[in-house]
């Protein structure tokens, strides 16, 4: 499995990827632009081809783009579909023209809208953007805590987009502390497994691209989306052992968004990489 983490890019590309080197990633997770505007310009070519040099050398590989969190394709609000799908088509732009394999996104929150509506207009905004991607870049809807009005808070509901689709370019990642927070007991072999069965029926294990690692202090079912050091919340270390011991997963990718600074980011990525060899796993 390719574990990394997600790194900050504001100083720069090369200094992204020292940062990952110091980590001792094999993956890793960037924003490509202001995680919280909807302004966008065009991909910087220059840069992005210098990035994909770096990563190449420095044996990182694949890179993921986050998407910026105000997009919301489950929106009846004109101005924020709009805003949404430029964004997002702004991030598969710059994720070819970087050689970056995976865009994952948020899909939003239905607010007060029918879902079925809501999930038909989410799917038009998700095919109109899948029009243009580059063949060798993924987009993958991640998995929300299930608060309220959220979507995608099941993969029942992943699985949904994925068949509606049916667009080979369209996958998922799978978010443990959203899993936990929405309700999937994941903190042992046996409930890994009813998850995993669940996803393999739902969406298929072939769609389920990454994972995003991080435990969390929520209570089980408990919808709030709070991120926390792996093996120090109630996904624990078993839940994280149990997710290594599966097989099928040895050719996934996974990227931790835990808290914190650089001391922090070092203990998570040691204490991950430790079960994943304790499982057998080369990372």
Known sequence: MRIGAHVRVSAGYAAAIDYAKRLKCSAIQIFSSNPRSYRTSPP???????FKAARREAGIDPCAIHTPYLINLASDDPKIMAGSLGLLK???ASAEAGGIRYVNTHLGSYGKRDRNEGFVSACRLLEEALEGIGPDV?????NSAGAGSLCGGTLEELGRFIKSLDHPHLGVCLDTAHAWAAGYEINSQPGVDRFLYEAAETIGLDRVHMFHF???EVPLGGNRDRHHHIGEGNI???G?????MRPELRDKTAILETPGEEADDLRNMETIRAIFK??????
Do not use: I
């Open 214 to 216: 991080n435990d969390t």
């Open 278 to 283: 304790g499982a057998g796993h080369a990372v």
């Open 240 to 244: 994280f052992r149990a997710l290594a």
């Open 138 to 142: 993924y987009l993958v809807l991640e």
């Open 44 to 50: 910087n070519r220059p840069a992005l081809e210098s």
């Open 236 to 238: 624990g270390f078993e």
């Open 90 to 92: 702004a991030d598969l």
